[in-house]
């Protein structure tokens, strides 16, 4: 099934539009590109509604948040809305701030998100309207345990999104059904912004994969994790997060849709 | 030709003020540096005035286009023309967005262009007053073939700008004569910003060769392309996009002149 | 001692807030969590307040220097200031421009830092209330020689900030005591924002000493250095500057503490 949906992205190189921050940018850009997509950044109002329309998907990613691309956020989400694209919401820091939690949960209410990719303290901010987010890191006290936790149920009931939760174990689920995904490398935490690589890349998923946003997540998320593993192992005694960053999107553009097929571990409950 | 002219970028280390997108930006300092050239980044309008009259050349770059540097890129563009520095525009996404279009028309009236480096959507764009460009990159429809368009003529007579059309096959003409340039690799596609890399390395060539910017022009394509090449030689087995980005750059920080002169493959029509 | 004091970072994990440029953000958020860091990016002046205040230290960098963040770094430092954290003030480019020299003086009167960095150029604008920064890098005429220059000695005192003057030789004072750093390689200069990365390093150094803020600052441009160096020994014949800054992230993520108080080169006068 993955190998289908990787295949679908590599065939029809879905135009990404994503407002996401200055610090992970370049690196979503490459990533989307690894991919088979093609990226766009556009964050100013009337330049991103533009944008969006000739897109095929939109990324809104949260970090470096400031008041001059929040309204080209909600412009262009509810543009893509209208249109049918599949909006990814990146809730970077929620539960850090006011500015960053209010703008989220304003977000939800306004813009219909086919996906919501975070870690578990920002979803949960997001699903109980606090949180306990330590800067843009995962509270430790947070974690993925056996069962899908009731807030995350509830959250993608109530907004309609999928909801992927990345961590130790990534969890992806429509409140139904739901993907354990076990790919993936504690060194990946190392490197800045692969949770936002990899929301750029659930857009890229997701959009060449209309009829099946759940599957095309679960696939962008394993992906995202074998290639963190591909590049673990590639790493010498003297490489460290900086090489690390480069062989993941390095592994990327290389793997193929039948190794993502072999390589994806995870089980649907 | 392009020996002396390469020489001359490592002897005079010129400082070039960018005014580039967040995607490329780092990309493109380290382009500069490798080159042997010494960047510097303000995008703030009275900061950016000051400043490009301390450098030796400036580099416009449309993409991430907004609202509050636009102002800058007016103002410094005029001063860099009332200073007789080179000013190199990149028209990323123009065709794809008003605010993209619009901003490069009106740039090209009220800035003088030394040299307007794009893909050909772009460039029909700018010819045209419309275009067909699909986001940052070129419509397939659009090709370089035998002959100089005529739209790239006008287009360079009209304004008195070198004209650089970078493609599978690049362009590089003032109205009168035309450098078609072999050098490069497809792969570069797949890097982010490699054309906002050569727009900054067209203003290092160009500023440090005032009296043959056609020349330099075409010398800065030349380098990039065959730096391309040197890199994707370099590739392993699991090397992809973001390895091959570094290599670029690191092929410019040890090409030498006399390897651009040898290298460096075109025609003079 | 810099062994303690970089398992210090290690063992806290201190979060880092930066505002700063954005050339060189990325590197500065890998170089952080090299070290063992957390970064986190705010500039919008509200969500700036909220998030440096669950931070450990503050890092001011005025590369890009916009009138829309100036605020967000006063209001910032300040909060900073009264909450007992590190405040490290990178003043790029002050003496290239008035916003930039304008900005760095306003700074030191209304935000008590701990730590001021830049190249001597820079320190000597902020000493003298002018300068000759030639852009971003120092003035070839300005070096550190045999004695700490008074400029220094009176900036340190009158600011009661230790400065860091980093170039061929790194001084690091507090106007009283002076550690003369040898660690380093010219070549880090052909890598963009070695500097910035360095200013985050410091406050994550600092954050985590907070009773001995002099030597976690040498310790710093020490650790910083030494990469450079380590760095230095892995490249082959076709690495450039793309390939080095890779690895001198990478080897202070591999740097362990011992290395660093064996490898480090300094003289306290």
Excluded: W
Excluded at 164 to 185: Q, W
Excluded at 212 to 219: F, I, M, N, V, Y
Aim: aromatic content about 4%.
């Amino acid at each position: 099934m993955f190998e289908e949906i990787f295949e679908n992205v590599r065939k029809s190189v879905p135009l990404i539009h994503s407002i996401t921050n200055y610090v992970a940018v370049n690196d979503c850009a490459n990533m989307l590109l690894a991919c088979g997509a093609s990226p766009i950044m556009a964050d100013e109002l009337e330049d991103a509604l533009e944008i969006t329309a000739i897109c095929g998907g939109l990324n809104l990613n949260l970090g470096t948040l400031n008041r001059r691309t929040i309204p080209a956020m909600f412009a262009a989400g509810k543009r893509a809305g209208e249109l049918g694209h599949p909006v990814i919401l990146d809730p970077v820091g929620a539960g850090a701030s006011a500015l960053r939690t209010d703008t989220a949960l304003r977000l939800l209410q306004e813009v219909k998100c086919t996906v919501i990719r975070g870690n578990i303290s920002e979803i949960k901010t997001l699903a109980l309207g606090s949180g306990t987010t330590r800067g843009v890191d995962a509270d430790t006290a947070d974690r993925v345990t056996g069962e899908v936790p009731a807030f995350v149920r509830d959250l993608a009931r109530r907004t309609g999104a999928i909801i992927a939760v990345t961590g130790a174990v990534d969890l992806v689920t429509d409140g139904e059904r739901a993907f354990y995904i076990y790919n993936g490398s504690p060194m990946m935490s190392t490197v800045t912004g692969t949770g936002c690589q990899l929301s750029a890349l659930t857009a890229a998923f997701v959009a060449a994969n209309p009829q099946q946003p759940l599957e095309a997540s679960a696939a962008a998320v394993c992906a995202m994790g074998l290639c963190g593993e591909i590049a673990h192992s590639r790493l010498t005694a003297q490489d460290g997060n900086a090489s690390y960053c480069r062989y993941i999107i390095d592994a990327m553009y290389r793997l193929t849709p039948a190794a993502l097929e072999k390589g994806a571990r995870y089980e649907v409950r």
